[in-house]
């Protein structure tokens, strides 16, 4: 017996052997408008970050820009002001309200200064704070919260960085944020 051709039974199609696979495919419109899902759930998820991460870099920025401020002002004030004045009868003192001609220290009219930011800038505040306030100090002066209490550790090891976190309040999340202000 003489063999030609030898006949190969055909497999059997491609739904008998994956029928998940079938499944799917035949559900094209389905499993395209899943990806799309997917990918657009990931863009929006990745553009909410990105955002987050630049309103937190701005405020972060507005801060040093204004602690910069305040230090250039009162660097500004203690050179033009208060050494023209300090050989002179002027009194330069911390309690200059109760001495007629009398101008404040530094330090005290970098405080009246963060003050007036408070009642003019809606949310924002700027202080002097040491552990060590002066006697005249004492009830606004100090360490008052946990925050104040970590950075002033945190800019005693690193004078030269500032100190930052963000904590929620009872009116949202905010930012806080020290830097170290040597006596000058």
Known sequence: MKVDSIRVPEPP????QLPLIDYWL???TIVV???FVIVFMSIAFYVAQLQADLNRSAVIERAANLSEAVAAFRTLYTSEVVQRLKD????ITHDYKEHAGAIPLPATLSM?????????IE???ARLYSPYPFPWRRAEGGLKSDFDVAAWLALNNEPD???YRVELS?????LRYAVADRLR
């Open 13 to 16: 199609p491609l739904s008998k």
């Open 112 to 120: 009246q200064l963060g003050k007036q930011f408070a009642s003019s």
């Open 123 to 125: 949310g924002l505040n």
């Open 170 to 174: 009872s009116t949202g999340l905010q």
């Open 26 to 28: 035949s559900r094209t």
């Open 161 to 163: 960085k500032p100190y």
């Open 88 to 91: 002179s009868e002027v009194l």
């Open 33 to 35: 408008a899943a990806v």
